[in-house]
């Protein structure tokens, strides 16, 4: 499924494959969900259905599930996955 699901608060919309920080960490968005619809990086099937919010994975390979609108979460650019 693909839809725009959540927004930053900055406004932009969440995607996969958006360059993030994260608590100074920087990621990149590999799933996004509402808990209905969701968007997934290819390898990470895994996670269809999810919960809401979105799973980011860093450069050292560290995933995290963050829940929307959280403040912390910081627009970077656009990506591709």
Sequence with gaps: MDAELLQYTS??????GDRVQYIGTFATVV???????????????????????????????TRTHVEDMDERLVFVERGTV
């Design 11 to 16: 406004g932009e919309w969440i995607q996969i």
């Design 31 to 61: 799933v996004v969900s509402d808990g209905d619809t969701y968007q997934l990086a290819t390898g990470y099937e895994d996670y269809a259905g999810a919960e809401r919010g979105l799973l980011i994975c860093d450069d050292d390979g």
